[in-house]
């Protein structure tokens, strides 16, 4: 089973929702959509599902044509960010619910309904309504509901948003087992990077309903193909300084300078972009090539056990992502060192003429 | 920032300062604590008292009701419910009120479940303005159609008929439903309809599988109120009828004979009418707040 997505454009009341998408989803594939929210994540999962049929273009499933084909010929489920299940029934009749209008006999229903309520940890719960859940037992249910028939293309648009944070850990590794087994293509939106990262499979980046790139989640993060896609592709967003490179120096603004290394020298003098991740800048000094700038910091914003150190020098802004806690008051000078060799480079109009060769990390 | 905000240490004090205050003035004044009380027992006693005074008069003989003032009946009688359950005119009324307002919540409801779900999910040219001409229906005085009404129905041969009486009050009833099923679904996410698509539901067995019972307190309250506006109709009621489908309402103004009013009976089938919506609100009780608001929450 592949979809294919060729030339597709969705416009709703004169807005340009989706723009010239062309995708192809291999048959067992898992595949994440990134990007921030309006991208278009979720009306390109209802074009796929059939809920809606696109302006232009055209859809194929197995090579076959389905453009204008309703919802319920179609062989496809999805999980929403909502945790919706049908408050009326238990969740063994909501789990059970493709099936049994599938005429699939008595016995084998409650086969796969308590197959897939053990796989999703939810069979002690079968006699339950939906309403009197937890919410993540919610999103089980509905995902149970999902899972149950076997469809060609399973949709899930950011169904772990509205979890907590352990819970949605737990359910994306879960999600990451429930899929290696499946022979179905599994669509996955998310805003995060680093969900599509914890996921693995193939990554499309979408940007304000256009594709920027789509290939295996590593290689898009890793070899971006222009300064959007890495921008999405990271959180926080990978920092963009103006430089030049001049024979055997390369500068930013003038002011910091450093020795071309031998990843940058293929490249021809002129005006640049430089990319440098934002976990790849560190407090100490970790290898010979890597420089000292002297910055201020704004402010030391803490998520988690990282912390997002905001820091600024009369030149340019930067976000630094530090491994555990740190504390730092607003304008404590920070000295920061960047690891050369660790370098994207960009040209004029955005797209990437530089990769890192050293890569790994995050 | 801090000018906007009392939250310094004198402020802070100087509120502790005022509440303690209002605390001593309280505890000093006890009866003080005894007004709100005494005025909600008022209000309750005005309101009650003519309902309480229909109640007495019915168990009252009707020389005792013409005789003076008297609290509570010293003549304890049930005769006037006697007749009304014996007489065919009286207990014809009950039944005659009751098949229409059934007919019509029936029929009322059959059309606004369709007519309010494509309200609440469907975009169509001129929804906002239909679904607003609706509502102006509710506004116009059911005496203004009471000649076409009476005029097409005894041309057609459904004068004097319940169904006359139950299709008449669909001109509000049918608005009035739409209006509030429209709310209650609106408040049902899309999502559900979707994802019961994709499971591979047909439409009406989603709509009455899954749509039906999640909106069900909804239905409650809307028949409540299309309950409640046909049974207190008594213009409509009693001008398309004669004897055949005679509303209790309008068997009530005629009692008056050659001996003069029948009080006590008018006063029995008084309190045997207020009887079943006060049964109807009883199961509804729990809604009726959310019916109000029309399903907006």
């Known amino acids: ?362 | 920032m801090t000018d906007s905000m009392p939250h310094t240490p004198t402020a802070v004090r100087q509120r502790a300062a005022a509440a303690d205050a209002s605390r001593r003035r309280k505890s000093r004044s006890a009866p003080l604590r005894w007004r709100p009380k005494m005025l909600m027992g008022l209000y309750l006693l005005f309101v009650l008292l003519p309902i309480y005074w229909l109640l007495n008069m019915s168990f009252q003989s009707n020389t005792e009701i013409l005789g003076g003032l008297t609290l509570w009946p010293k003549d304890f009688t049930f005769e006037h419910y006697g007749k009304i359950f014996t007489t065919s005119t009286w207990y014809m009324g009950y039944l005659n009120s009751i098949a229409y307002v059934v007919m019509n919540m029936f029929i009322s409801i059959l059309v606004a479940l369709p007519a309010a779900y494509a309200f609440s999910r469907y975009k169509f040219i001129g929804d906002k303005h239909l679904f607003f001409w609706l509502l102006t229906n509710l506004m116009a005085p059911p005496a203004v159609f009471l000649l076409p009404y009476f005029q097409l129905y005894y041309t057609v041969g459904l004068f004097d008929t319940h169904i006359a009486v139950a299709l008449a009050h669909c001109l509000f009833n049918i608005p009035l439903a739409i209006w509030i099923l429209e709310g209650f679904m609106s408040g049902v996410p899309k999502e559900i309809d979707e994802t019961a698509f994709i499971d591979g539901y047909s439409f009406p067995k989603f709509f009455i599988k899954i749509f039906i019972p999640m909106i069900s307190s909804g239905i409650g309250v809307t028949l409540f109120f299309l309950f409640m506006f046909s049974w207190v109709e008594l213009l409509l009621a009693s001008t398309l009828t004669s004897t055949g489908a005679q509303p209790i309402a309008s068997v009530m103004t005629s009692t008056s004979t050659a001996s003069g009013i029948d009080w006590g009976t008018l006063a029995a089938a008084g309190v045997l009418t207020i009887l079943p919506g006060i049964l109807v609100v009883y199961f509804v009780r729990n809604h009726i707040a959310k019916g109000f608001a029309l399903g907006r929450t």
């Not at chain 1, 229903?109 to 897939?116: K, L, P, S």
């Not at chain 1, 992502?321 to 050369?340: I, M, Q, S």
């Open chain 1, 1 to 362: 089973m592949s979809l294919i997505l060729e030339n597709i454009d969705h416009v709703v009341n004169g807005a340009t929702h989706i723009e010239g998408i062309n995708l192809e989803l291999a048959p067992g594939s898992f595949n994440v959509l990134l990007g921030r929210t309006l991208a278009g994540k979720t009306t390109l999962m209802r074009l796929m599902a059939g809920l809606e049929a696109p302006t232009r273009g055209r859809i194929l499933m197995d090579g076959e044509d389905v453009t204008g084909v309703s919802v319920r010929r179609r062989n496809v489920s999805m999980v929403y960010q909502q945790f919706i299940n049908y408050p009326a029934l238990n969740v063994y009749e909501n789990i059970a619910s493709p099936l049994r209008l599938a005429k699939v006999s008595v016995g084998e229903i409650d086969r796969r309904v308590r197959e897939t309520a053990e796989m999703l940890h939810i069979e002690h719960f079968l006699d339950r309504y939906p309403l009197e859940l937890s919410g993540g037992q919610q999103q089980r249910t509905a995902m149970g509901r999902a899972l149950v028939k076997d469809a060609d293309v399973i949709l899930f648009d950011e169904p772990l948003v509205n979890l907590d944070y352990k819970l949605r850990e737990e359910l994306r590794e879960e999600l990451n087992t429930l899929f290696g087994q499946r022979n179905c293509i599994a669509v996955y939106a998310t805003t995060e990077p680093g969900e599509a990262l914890a996921l693995g499979g193939n990554t499309a980046v979408l940007h304000e309903g256009r594709l920027l790139q789509y290939g295996r989640t590593e290689d898009v993060y890793h070899r971006p193909r222009d300064i959007q896609t890495a921008e999405m592709f990271s959180e926080p967003p990978i920092n963009i300084v103006r430089g030049n490179i001049s024979g055997s120096e390369v500068s930013f603004d003038n002011r910091i300078r450093f020795p071309v290394n031998d990843d940058l020298r293929s490249l021809p003098p002129g005006e640049y972009r430089f990319g440098v991740r934002a976990s790849h800048i560190t407090l100490e000094r970790r290898a010979t090539d890597d420089i000292e700038v002297e910055m201020k910091v704004d402010i030391a914003e803490i998520s988690g056990s990282e912390t997002f150190l905001h820091v600024h020098n009369d030149l340019f802004h930067m976000t630094v992502l530090l491994e555990g806690v740190h504390e730092f008051d607003p304008d404590d000078p920070v000295a920061l060192y960047f690891p050369t060799h660790k370098v994207y480079a960009f040209d004029r109009q955005g797209a990437v003429v530089h990769i890192p060769t050293h890569l790994g990390g995050m």
